[in-house]
């Protein structure tokens, strides 16, 4: 039986302290000089983020029943096949399906009325604020299963570190992201944009916190 439970998140937007740092990580420019040169922009783009977007999440725990190297199959009959997922959580008895995402920012970064430089700001406090969501959720997963003697590994991604797009699709299923307005469309693509979704294994050894550390570290 799996020790997370399944949970809905609004994801308050005070609490996403590192959101700043990954919008300018995106801009490729330091505090410093965003400030000299655009302040107005960037605290009048910053408020109207605030107003306008809704961070959301979800996330459910599924007991693995069986893996042979090559895949983990999970209560309910779902078969995940990656050989590397199936490797880098090869301690797991337990995998937890989360997704992410920035309501509201599609429709800001559509607005005819924003400016070029206005366009480059929203976009990067999208990214800062979907990263941050996505760091605020894996720790309330990771206290979750710390909460229950469990430990939690870091999130795999699909579609990063050679694990497969694909697998978007048997998460959606274990997930149903719909609830807090995540689609996917034929080709992978998740509406909102600005969205994160991903596994992270759970078990009793505390090891698995480090496993495909050194996968992690190459890409």
């Known amino acids: 039986m799996a020790v997370i439970e399944e949970r809905i998140y609004d994801i308050p937007m005070d609490e996403l302290t590192t959101a700043e740092d990954f919008a300018l990580e995106s801009l490729h420019m330091d505090k410093e000089r965003v ?13 109207r983020c605030f107003k306008d977007l809704k961070c959301q999440g979800v996330s459910r725990g599924f007991a693995i029943t069986s893996k042979d190297g090559e895949e983990l199959q ?11 997922l199936a490797e880098v959580l090869h301690r797991a008895d337990e995998i937890v399906a989360y997704a992410v995402t920035v309501n509201g920012h599609d429709e800001l970064m559509a607005d005819p009325e924003n400016s070029m430089l206005e366009g480059m700001f929203y ?29 939690a590994s870091r999130g795999w991604i699909p579609g990063e570190e050679n694990i497969e797009l694909g697998l978007q ?46 996968i992690a570290e190459h890409h």
């Open 74 to 84: 999970l209560e309910g009959g779902i078969v995940l096949k990656s050989k590397l």
């Open 123 to 151: 976009n990067a406090w999208g990214v800062g604020f979907s990263m941050s969501a996505h760091r605020w959720l894996k720790k309330k997963i990771q206290q979750q299963a710390l909460d229950n003697g469990s430990y």
């Open 35 to 47: 400030m000299q040169r655009y302040e107005e922009t960037y605290n009048e783009t910053l408020e």
């Open 169 to 214: 699709n048997e998460l959606f299923e274990l997930l149903d992201p719909t609830r807090i307005g995540i689609t996917l469309s034929d080709s992978g693509v998740m509406r909102p944009v600005m969205s994160v979704n991903g596994f992270i294994g759970v078990c009793a050894d505390s090891a698995i916190q480090f496993d495909g550390k050194d």
